[in-house]
């Protein structure tokens, strides 16, 4: 009545998917996952273009460095240690330790912004993420100083172990933490309405 199997050959060829739907279909689900990744490591090249730079290494690391021995000498003269920070020297009567390169938990720091800023989530979240969470990666990094100058006076042997082992793998692994959470408080609110 009408139909004729010209009509039924067309039918059928708007119904049939071609190859590119399914190429399409599949760009679409990666695409966010391709952007975070590619913005992440865009973002980490960036960071050691800069830190690696002349200017970071003899202005910039040094100062934060000093920040860090003043900071967590004045946390340990709180409890009667008696230290003092000249540089990146801590030291008290009974012992003393140099902040290096990496102990300034800068790196750790990088990690954590890269990947909150990579992520597809709304700017007001995303800043106060990030202000949040390096605040509270810079405090955990004091802390970490102080128990590495604890554990140098009381218990020598085991300096090394937590310096190496124990706290690089826990600062990594905190702000990796501390990235899922943020995730997920910024899901919560809807963040792609946001601007």
């Avoid at 969470?133 to 810079?138: A, K």
């Avoid at 100058?149 to 706290?167: N, R």
Wanted: aromatic share 14%; glycine share 8%.
């Amino acid at each position: 009545m009408g139909y004729t199997p010209q009509k039924k050959a067309l039918k059928k060829q708007k119904t049939a998917s071609s190859p590119l739907d399914g190429v399409k279909s599949g760009w679409e689900q990666k695409k966010p996952v391709v952007f975070f990744v590619l913005g992440f490591v865009v973002l980490m090249i960036l960071f050691y273009i800069f830190w690696l730079s002349d200017f970071a290494q003899e202005g910039l690391q040094k100062s934060i460095v000093h920040i860090n021995a003043k900071l967590a000498s004045t946390f340990l003269n709180i409890f009667g240690m008696q230290t003092k920070a000249v540089n990146e020297i801590l030291s008290s009567p009974a012992y003393s330790i140099s902040i290096a390169r990496g102990c300034d938990a800068i790196e750790a720091m990088a990690l954590f912004a890269s990947a909150l800023l990579a992520f597809p989530s709304g700017w007001i979240r995303k800043i106060a993420g990030l202000l949040i969470g390096l605040l509270i990666l810079f405090s955990l990094n004091i802390l970490r100083i102080v128990s590495l100058f604890l554990t140098g006076i009381h218990y020598p042997k085991a300096f090394e172990f937590m310096h190496v082992e124990f706290w690089q793998v826990a600062f990594i692994l905190f702000a990796v933490g501390l990235w899922i959470f943020w995730i997920k408080w910024s899901r919560k609110g809807g963040t792609h309405a946001e601007k």
